[in-house]
């Protein structure tokens, strides 16, 4: 089994990576992260983190 190094997970193609995560915390142009913040999310986000993103995206009150 291979796992994508985090430089190049898919999860860097998300677009939601534009917003910091109210979960984990993640800044930015930075991963999601579990377990604490020592693993980097390397497929996905968390779900409050699209949300985030999907309501500033709508131009709502950010
Ligand atoms: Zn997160």
């Known amino acids: 089994m291979s796992r ?3 430089d190049s997970a898919p999860a ?3 677009p939601q990576l534009a917003v910091a995560c109210p979960t984990c ?3 930015p142009g ?3 992260t ?3 913040g020592t693993r ?3 497929y996905d986000t968390h ?3 699209t949300t985030t993103w ?4 709508k131009g709502g009150t950010a």
């Open 4 to 6: 994508p190094a985090p």
């Open 12 to 14: 860097w193609a998300l």
């Open 25 to 27: 915390g993640a800044t």
């Open 30 to 32: 930075h991963l999601c």
């Open 34 to 36: 579990s377990h604490g």
């Open 40 to 42: 980097p999310r390397l």
């Open 47 to 49: 779900q409050t983190r």
């Open 54 to 57: 999907a309501a500033q995206r």
